[in-house]
């Protein structure tokens, strides 16, 4: 364990905030305790750290008092989830995972092989996982909870500019004249990246901000025009911007007839977009409008940013292109303050693409359709040629449908919690409990996900592994280790690895480090868009983070006689040359017509849900609930409902309301707020059976999905309201994690 302090990256969401953790003992000091008097490590921002600059938000804050609380100390295992689960030595535990992939290998074949992974997950893990699955036991079927949250920026970014990657970053929130967020409150999502932009905002009068939500968020407040459009109407608001600026000539034929195609079919589509018949059916005024597309416009400099509002849409593919195409058709990329900007959900969703850790890409920004691409990977790897499958694997939500259809026969599950965060959440409950084997691998124990594994596998946390996070504008952090793993648990590179020897694959995972791991991968990613060839643990440990593209300059270079300095003095942009990696190097305008909510409301299920984070949470809790100030920021969950439809529902504040949707109910104290608009309500996704009594907003979501992108519309649905009998939270609602019913004689060991 180091007596000195470390610097490391924030382990929650994609803006990759620097930290600086020091021991609770230091010569000279106080220990440093949490409110129940334990020593915990003491964080704070890292000054030094070129996304961040010091800043951090209240998770990262408080992140050290989760390091030791319900961890998973060792493996367990059980042979059905009827039994108890009972203590085992990783030899019995890996041998089991391995026989098992064996047997169902030989008899089922390798597409019956399923991992579901995360953001959590360090580069390192990622690859590991993507060389054992894709390349070694020949299946795409790893997926990740990234499908679930930022794959229709992927598919967007891919179709419109030939190739995954923001093309913006962080120094352009001090640029911008305008900034246009749609679908995200950045202000408790992405706090940091907020706070830099109010600075900017602040600071200059004629810096316009928009803000498109039908909530008034923290976000929304701090707006000089918010448009609180109906769910489901995002096409109809932007298709509306794009007519009005060609409308007035305000496009750049230039660049449009120099670096783009199908310009000729876009402007097709907008035309049916006239502004009398996108206020109607966005809710908003033709005035509202008006001033959208004249504040874009006017400004020389126009930075878009969304997140899951976009994403988790059955449209959500078509939303990103439909704002690329706003700035293609102004010429407003690759240049100072402007771009097309998505805010990544978790701390290395963005390495976990790069790695190829979706069921449809490979590592280096590459697709599984294409040949060359699979006999690339084929060729490095020393496989033989045809071994990585043309086809792309399941995703998440096929990996439940093929539970419900006995086609998978091993789910592996590596730090995320399935039985939370996914749709139709009662349907894929009753998949996980017909697994024939499923593995857990996790840092915490008990979680909801927990309940459905016959194989736990404790694995080591981001301060208890080294490897590398690539945050929203492609600045890679070495995370250093700096404590000792609790208990028997292991990185999870190391777990994947150990798996894959038993599986005869020995001499292709012989890594005795992370660091060899990292040099093998970022071989990968020369000459692609992601170069990353120029970045080793050695030299991210001297100079500090550094942003891709970073191509190696020179094969023999001696990183220790490199001048101790960042690459970050000035930070880059992709397409600053107006050249795109699509075969004619053009960017291709996407035509869409809007299509709205795969769910809207009805006569009986009159409301749409919409669901969301809060400032102080994070996902499903797995962390943030067990840390006591989070908890007491955000006790309990609720619905938000306008005052409005709580009158003719005769709903007042703290009154149970139960809501149904066609899937399943929840129920929720309401909070009556006109910050929701009226026929809409909101539920945070945070709380899942381990820590409230049914009040999973996920049993009220469905599956359906983009149809490019796969991602569910996690985002809206249709439900009914029912108010219940006035009457106390009671104490069964609020669970501590060893309080749980539902989990205690599952989990018992």
């Keep these: 364990m180091t007596t000195d302090s470390t610097k490391t990256l924030c382990p929650y969401c994609g803006v990759g905030c620097g930290l600086e953790v020091s021991p609770p ?34 998770k990262g804050a408080t992140v050290a008092e989760s390091l030791s609380k319900d961890r998973l100390l060792y493996p367990m ?48 893990d990622y690859y590991v996982a993507q060389k054992l699955l894709k390349g070694c036991l020949g299946t795409n079927n790893f997926d990740s909870n990234s499908r679930l949250c930022m794959s229709s920026a992927v598919a967007g970014y891919m179709q419109s500019f030939g190739s995954d990657g923001p093309p913006c970053c962080y120094e352009d929130l001090d640029l911008t004249d305008c900034a246009f967020i749609i679908g995200s409150n950045t202000a408790e999502c992405h706090p940091i990246i907020f706070n830099r932009l ?41 298709n509306g911007i794009a007519h009005l600026l060609l409308r007035w000539g305000e496009i750049d034929s230039y660049f449009i ?50 997140s899951m509002g976009v994403n988790q849409s059955s449209e959500g593919t078509a939303k990103v292109r439909t704002i690329v195409n706003l700035h293609l058709m102004t010429a407003q990329i690759g240049k100072p303050g402007a771009g097309p900007f998505s805010l990544t959900g978790q701390p290395n969703a963005m390495g976990g693409r790069e790695t190829g850790g979706l069921c449809h890409i490979l590592p280096g920004y590459r697709a599984v359709k294409n040949p060359q691409h699979r006999a690339e990977l084929e060729a490095f790897w020393q496989l033989p040629a045809g071994q990585i499958s043309p086809y792309p694997g399941r995703t998440a939500w096929d990996i439940i449908t093929g539970l419900e259809t006995g086609d998978v026969g091993v789910l592996w599950i ?75 648990a292991k990185p999870d590179w190391q777990i994947f690895a150990e798996v894959a020897r038993r599986l005869g694959f020995a001499e292709k995972f012989s890594y005795d480090t992370s660091a060899s791991v990292y040099a093998e ?81 009805d006569p009986n299920y009159p409301f749409v849900l919409t669901t969301g984070r809060l400032y102080g949470h994070w996902h499903t809790q797995t962390r943030t609930g067990r840390i006591e100030k989070l908890r007491q920021m955000h006790p309990q969950p609720f619905i938000e409902i306008h005052p409005r439809d709580a009158a003719s529902l005769k709903i007042q504040e703290n009154d149970w309301v139960e809501v149904r949707s066609r899937r399943g109910t929840a129920r929720f104290p309401a909070k009556v707020t006109k910050a929701i608009a009226p026929g809409i309500t909101f539920v945070p996704m945070h709380w899942g059976a381990l820590w409230a009594d049914g009040a999973e907003a996920n049993a009220l979501t469905h599956a359906e999905s983009c149809p490019e992108s796969l991602q569910p519309e996690l985002k809206a649905c249709a439900v009914q309201l029912v108010p219940l009998a006035a009457e106390k939270v009671d104490s069964e609602y609020l669970l501590q994690p060893t309080q749980s019913k539902a989990f205690s004689s599952a989990l018992s060991v």
């Design 521 to 601: 991968y970022v071989k990968l990613t020369r000459d692609r868009v992601c170069d990353m060839s120029g970045i080793s643990h050695e030299r991210l440990a001297q100079q500090g983070p550094l942003q891709w593209p970073e191509p190696i300059k020179n094969e023999k270079l001696k990183i220790k006689n490199e001048p101790k300095k960042s690459s970050l003095s000035t930070p880059k942009r992709l397409y600053t040359n107006l050249s795109f990696p699509t075969p004619d190097g053009r960017a291709r305008f996407g035509a869409y017509h809007s299509r709205g909510l795969a769910e809207p409301p």
């Design 414 to 488: 590596a730090a995320t919690n399935p039985a939370v965060s996914l749709p139709d959440l009662e349907r894929a409950k009753a998949a996980l409990q017909r697994s024939p084997f499923t593995v857990y691998q996790d840092a915490y124990y008990p979680t909801e996900t927990a309940a459905f594994a016959h194989v736990l596998l404790p694995a080591a946390q981001w301060s208890e592994k080294t490897g590398t996070m690539t945050n929203s504008e492609r600045v890679v952090t070495l995370c250093q280790a700096f404590r000792t793993p609790p208990g028997e």
């Design 198 to 238: 109010r600075k900017h905002h602040k600071k200059n009068p004629h810096v316009k901000m928009i803000v498109v939500d039908p909530r008034r968020t923290k976000t929304a407040e701090a707006a000089d025009l918010h448009l609180a459009i109906r769910s489901g109407t995002d096409m109809d608001l932007l």
């Design 25 to 58: 003992a230091q010569a000279g000091k106080l220990t440093h305790r949490d409110a129940q008097g334990n020593p915990i490590w003491k964080v704070q921002g890292d000054r030094a750290h070129p996304s961040s600059q010091g800043m951090v938000c209240v």
């Design 257 to 306: 007839d120099e670096n783009t195609t199908n310009f000729p079919a876009f402007a097709e589509v907008i035309q049916h977009y006239p502004p009398e018949v996108v206020a109607d059916r966005c809710g908003i005024s033709i005035h509202e409008l008006e001033t959208a597309a004249r504040y874009w416009a006017k400004s020389k400099r126009v930075l878009s940013l969304w």
């Design 77 to 124: 295992m059980r042979d059905s989830l009827d039994e108890p689960f009972r203590r085992a030595s990783w030899e019995e535990a890996l041998d089991r995972v391995a026989g098992k992939i064996q047997t169902v290998l030989a008899t089922q074949g390798a597409d019956a092989v399923c991992m579901y992974g995360s953001g959590q997950l360090q580069t390192e």
